[in-house]
């Protein structure tokens, strides 16, 4: 069972640029969230997807933004990025009952 | 405001020595999660723990979850450098499908 997919690995972008990630989660699961893992703030909730629906959002900025497609499949999007958006960003799939599993991150550098 | 903090942040320890990493949260937390990250990965699951008394056991480590004290502990048996790595718990609080995360802690075990 494939896991959950995450391109891509490593980015580097300019300020002021903006990014999109995406996110494959497992097959079948209909829930995706975003984490971002900074060393000073540590693990940060973002938002949630559920069926193409944002349920839940962190306490982030509106130039943080995702979306979820009819396959699951979610993209988050920064825009006018800034060097304090430099992270490993994290998606997390889950399933009910099944827990979360994370896939294995992109790693931002904002210059 | 769900609030999840870990304590110790950073543990050295002997190898065959145990020790208890601590997780407490501030309101009641429908499950707790406990992840291990090894440096510059994702986040592995270790366990879920889902009701009051829950207790779980892989290998070397043993998890466990009081609701009432809202506590959740990680238990160390006997340590070995291959669980050098850093620990997280996370409480899924009743407002939605996210994790809070407490601020990990970094398990060093020397030969």
């Known amino acids: 069972k494939a896991g959950v997919t995450q391109t891509p690995r490593y980015l580097i972008k300019t300020r002021g640029q903006q990014v999109t990630l995406s996110c494959s989660p497992i097959?079948?699961?209909?829930?995706v969230s975003w984490y971002q893992q900074t060393p000073g703030q540590g693990l940060q909730f973002l938002f949630e997807?559920?069926?193409?629906?944002?349920?839940n959002k962190g306490n982030f900025p509106g130039r943080f933004s995702g979306r979820q497609f009819s396959n699951s499949r979610s993209e988050m999007n920064v825009s006018t990025l800034e060097l304090g958006d430099s992270a490993l960003y994290l998606c997390?799939?889950?399933?009910?009952?099944?827990?979360?599993?994370f896939g294995s991150g992109t790693r931002l550098t904002v210059v | 405001e769900l609030k999840v903090e870990q304590n110790p942040l950073f543990l050295s320890m002997q190898e065959g020595k145990n020790y208890t990493i601590y997780c407490n949260y501030s309101?009641?937390?429908?499950?707790l999660y406990w992840y291990r990250q090894d440096p510059g990965k994702s986040l592995e699951s270790l366990f879920v723990?889902?009701?009051?008394?829950a207790v779980k056991q892989e290998g070397r480590l043993m998890a466990s979850l009081d609701t009432k004290a809202r506590l959740s502990t990680l238990h160390i048996t006997a340590a070995v450098h291959d669980l050098s790595a850093t620990y997280f718990c996370?409480?899924?609080?009743?407002?939605?499908?996210?994790?809070?995360f407490g601020g990990g802690t970094r398990l060093m075990v020397k030969p």
């Open positions: 309101t009641t937390s429908d499950r």
């Open positions: 723990l889902l009701s009051n008394g």
């Open positions: 097959s079948g699961h209909r829930s």
């Open positions: 997390a799939s889950s399933s009910q009952g099944h827990g979360y599993t």
């Open positions: 997807y559920f069926s193409e629906t944002q349920r």
């Open positions: 996370a409480a899924q609080g009743n407002a939605g499908n996210m994790l809070t």
